[in-house]
């Protein structure tokens, strides 16, 4: 093979990386700084398992999805407690948001930046209503 038709693939291929990296390149940088998903520590899933025998709930989830101890800017961590029966908590709802919010402040191990967690009870009953309790962490 001569030198030119050699300098000729060496540029073309050259040329061929750069351009796959300019088109997606941000994947790249994407997938590097994106927060990884669902990363639930133990005593996250401890206190889920607790609620749930306790409140005889089905499904817990919260926000935001990624690893809390790692958050990078002040933000707000939120329990959604789904399908209770609001009728049988209705007197006692605000102790029990106030007992899950002391209990996640204090098991769970949450970054500085999270200022306030709340708390949203989604009950079963028909219309669909949900009741959000607010905490800051300083009062807890």
């Not at 000729?8 to 050259?14: A, Q, Y």
């Amino acid at each position: 093979m001569s030198k030119t038709k050699q300098a000729t693939l060496f540029i073309s291929i050259i040329l061929l990386i750069s351009w796959l990296f300019y088109k997606f390149g941000f994947l790249i940088v994407l997938s590097l700084t994106a927060p990884t998903q669902e990363e639930i520590d133990r005593n996250e899933i401890n206190l889920f398992n607790e609620i749930r025998q306790e409140l005889n709930i089905k499904e817990i989830e919260r926000a935001p999805r990624y690893n809390i101890a790692e958050a990078q800017d002040t933000i707000s961590y939120d329990l959604f407690l789904k399908d209770i029966d609001c009728e049988k908590y209705k007197d006692s709802l605000e102790e029990i948001a106030i007992t899950i919010a002391t209990r996640a402040n204090n098991r769970i191990s949450l970054n500085k930046n999270v200022y306030k967690i709340e708390i949203v009870f989604q009950c079963e009953k028909t219309p669909p209503i949900s009741l959000k309790y607010k905490f800051f962490r300083n009062d807890l």
